[in-house]
Structure formats: structure tokens, C-alpha cells
């Protein structure tokens, strides 16, 4: 089986699961309450785009441990541990940017003092906090961390992703707000690159887990 047809599979099966419905109605509901009619949209989406590292490490939560025992094992011995802990990984962050894309599709549409560099900030917060919880999730749940200790540490390392300067999260997140107040440098493109080097890392820590201890 190739990626993509795993990706999908896993996509399919996190719906139907319906392990979707937790991370997902959390990120709606709270982004409901935080955004109005008229709030300066570059602000919302740094409130948007910040949501979706937590929520995206949920989903990654949700993705791994959706299919059942049985079932893994036959993808597993029709593709390999590799290819098929990659495609959950990859349908978790899949969903956690089509989140993002509805919350910055209403951020633009509620917000006041929208613009084109404003959209193309949003865009770009929304691909490196998806891409960053994404990075949190690999390597703060299964088969790097298993049982009690995975949801302490998955909440630290949102924490840290969120908070620590110079992060890719945080650097992206603050120049948004910045940008609201009218104070912020340029768009730091830097980034993207450096978000999907820490997802890229961090999927290759779980993947190799997975090899190794066949989980």
C-alpha cells in the first residue's frame, strides 16, 4: 500500500471513529467564544492559529489510537510499521490544518482591518502551529510515551512550543499580535521551514519508535 492510500485510510478512520469530535468541537467552541464580529483580525488569528498546537497534538492522540489491534496488524504486515505509524501522523495533521483553514476562513470573514500581507500571516501561523503540535504529538504519545505519562508531557510540550522564544510557534504567534498593534516587523518566513524541520524530526523519532518496539 503506498502512503497516500494509508493517509487516507487513517483520515477515513479517524472520522469514523469519531476521536475527531473531542479536539475538534474543543478548538470550535473555544475559538467561538474568543472571536467576534469586528475584532482586529490579525489578533484573531494569532488566537486561531495558537489554538490548533494543542488541539493538533490531540488529534495526533486520536489518529494513532483509532485502529484496532487486528486491523493494525495486517496494514502492518501489507506496508510495515513505518509507512503505516507515518499516514497516522500525516491524517493528524491533515485534520488539524483543515481546521485551521475554517478558523482563518472565519477569522477573515468576522475580522476587521483584513489585508492581503494579514491573510498571508494567518495562513502562515496556521501551517507552523499545525505543523508544530503535530511535532508535540509524534513524540508525546504512542510509542514514545505510552500510559500516564503522555498527556503531562504532551501539555508541557505545547506549553514550550507556545511559549519558549524563538520557537517557530511562538515567533509567528507574536509577530501577529505585534502586527494588531500596530508594532510588528515583517512576516518571519523562517518559520515554515524551521516548523517542518521539527514535524520532519519528530515524526522520524516516532516512526524509528514504532520500528523498534513494533507499536
Not at 475527531?20 to 488566537?47: E, I, K, R
Not at 491533515?94 to 500571516?121: E, T
Not at 520557537?167 to 521551514?193: D, E, F, H, I, K
Request: charged share 5%.
Amino acid at each position: 500500500m503506498t502512503l497516500r492510500a494509508l493517509t487516507r485510510y487513517h483520515l477515513a478512520l479517524l472520522v469514523r471513529s469519531q476521536r475527531w469530535l473531542p479536539p475538534g468541537l474543543a478548538y470550535l467552541v473555544v475559538l467561538g467564544l474568543g472571536l467576534s464580529a469586528g475584532d482586529n483580525a490579525s489578533s484573531a488569528a494569532a488566537f486561531s492559529a495558537g489554538l490548533l498546537v494543542p488541539v493538533t497534538g490531540w488529534l495526533v492522540r486520536g489518529a494513532v489510537g483509532a485502529e484496532p489491534a487486528q486491523s493494525r496488524a495486517c496494514l502492518v504486515a501489507a506496508a510495515g510499521w513505518a509507512r503505516v505509524h507515518l499516514s497516522a501522523l500525516l491524517a493528524a495533521a491533515l485534520a488539524g490544518l483543515a481546521l485551521g483553514a475554517l478558523g482563518l476562513l472565519a477569522v477573515l470573514l468576522l475580522g476587521s482591518k483584513v489585508s492581503g500581507p494579514m491573510a498571508a500571516g494567518g495562513g502562515l501561523a496556521t501551517l507552523v502551529c499545525a505543523l508544530s503540535g503535530a511535532a508535540v504529538g509524534a513524540v508525546c504519545n504512542r510509542p514514545v510515551v505510552a500510559g500516564a505519562y503522555a498527556v503531562p508531557l504532551g501539555l508541557g510540550g505545547v506549553v514550550a512550543v507556545l511559549l519558549v522564544p524563538g520557537s517557530p510557534a511562538n515567533a509567528v504567534v507574536r509577530t501577529l499580535v505585534l502586527g494588531a498593534r500596530q508594532q510588528g516587523p515583517g512576516l518571519p518566513w523562517w518559520t515554515l521551514p524551521a516548523a517542518a524541520a521539527l514535524a520532519a524530526g519528530c515524526c522520524w523519532a516516532a516512526v524509528a519508535a514504532a520500528v523498534r518496539r513494533g507499536d
